[in-house]
């Protein structure tokens, strides 16, 4: 049972702008603990999206962002595209658990 | 260019041991960690631990205390995950991921290359 709390799932249409949240406590995103996030598409292993609440790795698309409030971050996707279709995760540090956490994970569909 | 590349997929009965490997290439193996996550058959991704491959300090996660042991060779780049007393619930994809975190363990940890995976399953 994750300690971080994503949406199970999430939907738009080609173009459209969709938000993943997710949520925490004062263990983990709520202590200031920076928050990443990694995209998983059918199959495959896990990507890094966003990393240190709001940096993009190099070749990550300009339409994904990241930000951090209180004990919550978000993910957008804007301008939604096909390839988007995948699993997100969103990871951080716990401090009770003394080590990374995932959320729960949320699936993007494109309709 | 970075590269983990990960040993095949596993069968194990119940109570048995696994010893999965993570072959690194493309950077300095000691500048950084390496931590192993995995994914039970349609579930989410769940953290399991990381090792300094600098000096070898481990930090595991404390629902496989116990269980579990991770070690590197410096001299080949490959880091290993082992777990113990295998239970079925332990059927996974297995996936090591070259952790930012070098020599210590802190809150700043995240993995910016992962291996392909390799399956474990456990079955009687």
């Known amino acids: 049972q994750s300690v971080l709390t994503q949406p199970p799932s999430v939907s738009g249409a080609p173009g459209q702008r969709v938000t993943i949240s997710c949520t925490g406590s004062s263990s983990n995103i709520g202590a200031g603990y920076d928050v990443h996030w990694y995209q998983q598409l059918p199959g495959t292993a896990p990507k890094l999206l966003i990393y240190?609440?709001?940096n993009r790795p190099s070749g990550v698309p300009d339409r994904f962002s990241g930000s951090k409030s209180g004990t919550s971050a978000s993910l957008v996707i804007t301008g939604l595209q096909a390839e988007d279709e995948a699993d997100y995760y969103c990871q951080s540090y716990d401090s009770s658990l003394s080590g990374s956490v995932f959320g729960t994970g949320t699936k993007v569909t494109v309709l | 260019q970075v590269q983990l590349v990960q040993s095949g997929a596993e069968v194990k009965k119940p109570g048995a041991s696994v010893k999965v490997s993570c072959k690194a290439s493309g950077y300095t193996f000691t500048s950084y960690g390496i931590s192993w996550v995995r994914q039970a058959p349609g579930q989410g991704l769940e953290w399991m631990g990381w090792i300094s491959a600098y000096n070898g300090n481990t930090n595991y996660a404390q629902k496989l205390q116990g269980r579990v042991t991770m070690t590197t060779d410096t001299s080949t780049s490959t880091a290993y995950m082992e777990l113990r007393s295998l239970r079925s619930d332990d059927t996974a994809m297995y996936y090591c991921?070259?952790?930012?975190?070098?020599?210590?363990?802190?809150?700043?940890?995240?993995?910016?290359?992962w291996g392909q995976g390799t399956l474990v399953t456990v079955s009687s």
């Open positions: 240190g609440n709001s």
């Open positions: 991921a070259r952790d930012l975190l070098g020599d210590v363990y802190s809150s700043s940890s995240y993995f910016d290359y």
